[in-house]
């Protein structure tokens, strides 16, 4: 999804965003790729409420970042797609899930860390 697309998404669910936040909302998503709006806008309309018409800001788009490099980043192949594990012997499988748990921790620790020194500022 382009940003213009994901702009006019955005607008035709929570309604039009104002002139003073247009120049701001579309730099922000210019600098994002297609894929990573197309999993924000679905996160967004999950979380983001249309209760009172007013589109999410950069803030609210913020929020959702972790969120949405964690669906880029571990959502799954389509069936048939060749795994990394095809053809390896039981325990170098068994070295590659405890090495990809180990990094899904660290990634973890550190998000945990982010949000922690954001929280004392």
Do not use: C
């Amino acid at each position: 999804m382009k940003h213009t697309n994901f702009m006019k998404a955005i607008e035709n669910y929570y309604g039009k965003y104002p002139p003073g936040q247009m120049p701001a909302i579309r730099k922000y998503l210019s600098l994002k790729s297609e894929k990573y709006l197309s999993k924000l806008h679905a996160l967004v309309l999950l979380n983001f409420s249309s209760q009172y018409r007013v589109p999410p800001d950069i803030a609210i788009f913020e929020q959702q970042k972790y969120q949405t490099y964690e669906k880029l980043t571990f959502d799954p192949a389509p069936p048939g797609t060749p795994q990394i594990t095809d053809g390896m012997e039981d325990y170098n499988k068994e070295i590659l899930e405890m090495l990809q748990e180990l990094a899904w921790i660290k990634r973890v620790q550190n998000a945990s860390s982010i949000y922690q020194e954001r929280a004392r500022i």
